[in-house]
């Protein structure tokens, strides 16, 4: 999932349950394409190896991901922004709520996907309505 904020998804798309991070990442990417202006891309460590980088700068964004600790070419990155990642994981967090999204009831992806969007919905109508 992309998200801008902690109530906003922009784009998402399912995967099976093996499969890495980083190729997803990368298909989600080239899914929303170019952005206009430079924008910050945070990113979990899942998606710092090159190839999601390089996408991510190509694309017009600016990658901010730690790398990992065994890394032989570690870069600089900005620490302060990195900390709003938080965001993202809180509506991860906010749409599991939702017993049917985190056990994962559903049989087909469409079914699943569609009450992904079904909560996402609901979460923005309580954030709108609360006082």
């Known amino acids: 999932m992309v998200s801008s904020s902690d109530r906003?998804?922009?784009?998402?798309?399912?995967s099976s349950g093996e499969a890495a991070d980083g190729p997803q990442g990368r298909k989600l990417l080239n899914k929303r394409g170019k952005v206009r202006q430079p924008t910050y891309l945070l990113m979990d460590r899942?998606?710092?190896?090159?190839?999601?980088?390089?996408l991510a700068v190509a694309l017009g964004y600016i990658p901010v991901v730690p790398p990992k600790s065994n890394r032989?070419?570690?870069?600089?990155?900005?620490?302060t922004m990195y900390k709003l990642r938080n965001e993202a994981e809180r509506l991860f967090n906010r749409i599991k709520r939702f017993r049917r999204i985190f056990t994962r009831y559903d049989k087909l992806d469409i079914m699943y996907s569609q009450f992904v969007c079904f909560a996402l919905v609901v979460d923005?109508?309580?954030?709108?309505n609360s006082p």
């Open 46 to 54: 899942a998606y710092e190896g090159n190839a999601t980088r390089a």
């Open 8 to 14: 906003n998804a922009v784009i998402y798309d399912l």
């Open 124 to 128: 923005a109508l309580r954030y709108v």
């Open 72 to 79: 032989k070419d570690p870069w600089l990155y900005d620490k």
